[in-house]
C-alpha cells in the first residue's frame, strides 16, 4: 500500500498524455458534484436535500438517482430567478426552508450549493444561523458546498460525509461500534458490508446509508421521507467508536476527510483501505474485521472465499487474457482493475471521469502487478476514452451505462457496474463488494464472454 506521505510529496504530480484532448468536456464520464451530497443525505434517516440555486439543478439530479434507483426522490431547492442571481437568494432560502420544515417535519436538512449561488458568493453560514433564528422548529441543518465547477459526484459524496462529521459528531463515551464510510456503493454492497460486520459480532454505523431509502418495499401510503437511514442520534455519537473503517483508496492522504477528522478531534483510529473488491482487497477487510472484533473468521465467510477461487479455477480459459478498458469513480475503477488482474483479464486502459489527485499512483500502487504499458486516464470524458479505445481493441467495457454508446460503436459487451445504471433493471443493486460480489462479477464477465463467443461464430456450439 502507498504511504500517504508519498501524496503530499513536493513535486506535482504526473500528468497523463491528453494531446488530443480538447478543452470543452464532450460526454462527460461524471455527473455534479451536488448529487453526490443528495445521495449522502438521502442516507441518513428523516433527512431531506435541500439545494440552494435553481430549480433545474434539482430536476436534472432527480432524474438520474431515480432512474438508476428506480424510487422517488425529493429534493427541495431555493428556486433561484433572474432577480435572487443577481441580489442573493436569503429571501428565497428562508421560504424554502420554512416550507420543507412545515410539510415533510424532517429530522434533518441537507443543504448543498450549487454552481449559481458558489458563483455569486453566498455567505452560507450566515445564510443557516439566520434561518435557525427566524424558523420555528427547523432541525439541524448540515451544509456542504459543491460548486460542480470544481468537483465531481464523488467530490460531493465525501465533501457531505465530511460535513456531516464535522457538523454534527460531538464528543460521546465510548461505545466500542465501528464507523464504516463504505463510499459511494450499491445498495446490495451497502446491506452486504453491514452483514459482513454482524457477522464479526461488531456493532456499525454507517455513513451514509440509503440501503432502505432508496432500495426499499412497495409502501401501502406514500413516504415523503422512506423510512431507513443513518439516525442522527448514532452519527452524533460516532466519536465514541473503537475506530472508523475507511473504504477507498482516493481519500487516501486526505487529512479533511470524515475518518481523518474523527481521528484528530476525537482520537477514533482511523483505518483506510481499498474498495473490497475482488480477493486481495476483501482479504484485507474480512482482517481488520477479525482484528476489531477479536473472532476468527466465520467458516461460512471461509467458504464464500473457497467457492470464489474454485470458480476462477473452473473458467480462467474463458477470462484469462482478454483485454479491458475500466471506467468510472476513482474507487470502483481501482477495486475493479485489481479484481481483473487478480482473474488474468488485462486492463488497457483505466479511466477515472472526475479529477482524483494522483490517481495513477493510487492506482499502480494498490495494484502493483498492473502491467506497465496499461493507459491510465484521470479527468477524462467519452470522447477522450473513444479516442482511445479504438485503438486498443479491447474485449470488453466494465463501468455505467454511460458507456453503452462506445460498446455498441466497438461492437463489443458493456458489463455494468457502478452508477448510473439506467437502461438495466436491478442497477441500484449490482453487488461488487467480497468474495460474494466478486462471484456475482465473475460469472457475469464469463457469461458475458461465452455469449459473446457464441453470438459471433460462424457455427455455434450449445455445449462448454
Not at 176 to 198: C, F, I, K, Q, Y
Not at 318 to 328: M, N, P, S, W, Y
Not at 442 to 462: E, H, P, V, W
Request: proline content about 5%; glycine content about 10%; hydrophobic content about 40%.
Amino acid at each position: 500500500m502507498i504511504d500517504e506521505a508519498d501524496l503530499l510529496g513536493d513535486g506535482p504530480p504526473a500528468s497523463p498524455d491528453l494531446s488530443h484532448c480538447t478543452a470543452a468536456t464532450r460526454n462527460a464520464c461524471k455527473l455534479c458534484t451536488p448529487l453526490g451530497a443528495c445521495l449522502v443525505f438521502r442516507g441518513v434517516r428523516g433527512a431531506l436535500p435541500f439545494l440552494h440555486g435553481s430549480q433545474g439543478c434539482s430536476t436534472y439530479i432527480r432524474r438520474y438517482l431515480i432512474s438508476h434507483f428506480r424510487e422517488p426522490m425529493d429534493i427541495a431547492a431555493s428556486n433561484f430567478s433572474e432577480d435572487t442571481a443577481v441580489f442573493g437568494g436569503e429571501k428565497n432560502l428562508l421560504a424554502g426552508m420554512a416550507n420543507v420544515t412545515r410539510q415533510y417535519q424532517p429530522e434533518m436538512i441537507g443543504l448543498a450549493t450549487t454552481c449559481l449561488s458558489e458563483t455569486i458568493g453566498e455567505d452560507m453560514p450566515a445564510l443557516v444561523q439566520k434561518c435557525q433564528q427566524n424558523i420555528a422548529d427547523l432541525p439541524p441543518v448540515v451544509h456542504v458546498s459543491t460548486a460542480s465547477y470544481r468537483g465531481s459526484h464523488m467530490d460531493g459524496f465525501h465533501d457531505a460525509v465530511t460535513a456531516l462529521v464535522s457538523q454534527l459528531v460531538t464528543d460521546a463515551l465510548p461505545h466500542g461500534a465501528v464507523n464504516l464510510l463504505p463510499g459511494m456503493v450499491s445498495t446490495a454492497d451497502l446491506r452486504h458490508l453491514r452483514e459482513l460486520a454482524e457477522r464479526f459480532g461488531l456493532n456499525v454505523t454507517m455513513l451514509p446509508d440509503y440501503s432502505d431509502t432508496l432500495d426499499g418495499s412497495t409502501w401501502a401510503d406514500y413516504e415523503a421521507l422512506p423510512s431507513g437511514g443513518t439516525p442522527v442520534a448514532a452519527i452524533r455519537t460516532m466519536s465514541g467508536a473503537q475506530a472508523t473503517l475507511e473504504l477507498g483508496d482516493s481519500l487516501r492522504g486526505n487529512t479533511k476527510s470524515a475518518a481523518s477528522l474523527l481521528e484528530t478531534r476525537f482520537g477514533v483510529e482511523k483505518i483506510s483501505l481499498t474498495l473490497p473488491v475482488g480477493i486481495q482487497a476483501t482479504d484485507e477487510f474480512i482482517a481488520e474485521l477479525s482484528r476489531l472484533s477479536g473472532r476468527d473468521i466465520p467458516a461460512d465467510i471461509t467458504a464464500e472465499r473457497g467457492r470464489l477461487i474454485d470458480s476462477m479455477v473452473d473458467a480462467h480459459k474463458i477470462v484469462f487474457g482478454k483485454r479491458a478498458v475500466v471506467f468510472g469513480e476513482a474507487d470502483l475503477v481501482i477495486g475493479l482493475t485489481a479484481f481483473l488482474c487478480e482473474i488474468g483479464v488485462q486492463p488497457v486502459l483505466c479511466v477515472c471521469g472526475g479529477k482524483t489527485n494522483h490517481f495513477d499512483v493510487l492506482l499502480r500502487s494498490a495494484v502493483p502487478e498492473l502491467p506497465g504499458d496499461t493507459l491510465i486516464r484521470n479527468g477524462a470524458d467519452f470522447a477522450d476514452i473513444t479516442h482511445e479505445a479504438r485503438q486498443l481493441t479491447p474485449d470488453l467495457l466494465i463501468g455505467n451505462s454511460k458507456g453503452y454508446g462506445l460498446a455498441r460503436e466497438l461492437d463489443i459487451p458493456l458489463i455494468r457496474t457502478g452508477f448510473p445504471i439506467h437502461d438495466r433493471i436491478g442497477g441500484q443493486r449490482v453487488l461488487h463488494l467480497g468474495y460474494r460480489g466478486a462471484q456475482a462479477l465473475f460469472d457475469d464477465l464469463a457469461n458475458t464472454l461465452l455469449a459473446r463467443k457464441q453470438q459471433t461464430s460462424t457455427i455455434g456450439y450449445s455445449y462448454l
